[in-house]
């Protein structure tokens, strides 16, 4: 039920995100979302989605479904969309840049293998701390641009 949620979030969500995403154009508008989206996921799973399972398992699974649909179904084509338009901005290969994520990824599941056998909980404060590192460099990068236009 929970990954039929996910799959309809993803798809219902992932064309509005793609037309927000192009009216954009190199704002980071989407970004600043998935980032909060990011932070709160920790917060989410082990205090909202966890135990609304337990309580109402058709709750859990629409809410979750939900969340974790536009975190992850919708935030993976924005990020995937902005490196896209980057990598042609500044003329790199898009390829190169997936394949650091895929690189990425593969770490991010080794390393979860690794939390979750001393506390499942400790995966998705990592992906909370991913969602503070993500503001930072969103933040950082809206002063450096700032900072490159008064010059």
């Given at each position: ?44 799973w ?36 902005w ?12 390829g ?25 909980d ?30």
């Open positions: 039920m929970v990954y039929t949620c996910i799959a309809i979030v993803a798809v219902v969500f992932q064309p509005v995100f793609g037309i927000m995403a192009d009216k954009l154009n190199f704002r980071k508008h989407l970004m600043w979302m998935l980032a909060g989206l990011m932070i709160a996921f920790a917060p989410w082990i205090f909202v989605f966890a135990p609304l399972l337990k309580i109402n398992i058709i709750a859990g699974a629409l809410a979750g479904g939900a969340f974790i649909g536009l975190a992850f179904g919708c935030g993976c084509g924005i990020c995937e969309a490196i896209d338009k980057v990598s042609r901005l500044e003329g790199f290969e898009f190169r840049a997936r394949m650091w994520g895929g690189i990425g990824a593969a770490v991010g599941t080794f390393i979860s293998g690794k939390l979750f056998a001393i506390n499942p400790y995966i998705f404060i990592m992906a909370s701390c991913a969602g503070w590192c993500w503001r930072y460099y969103c933040a950082s990068s809206v002063l450096a641009s700032r900072a490159a236009w008064t010059r």
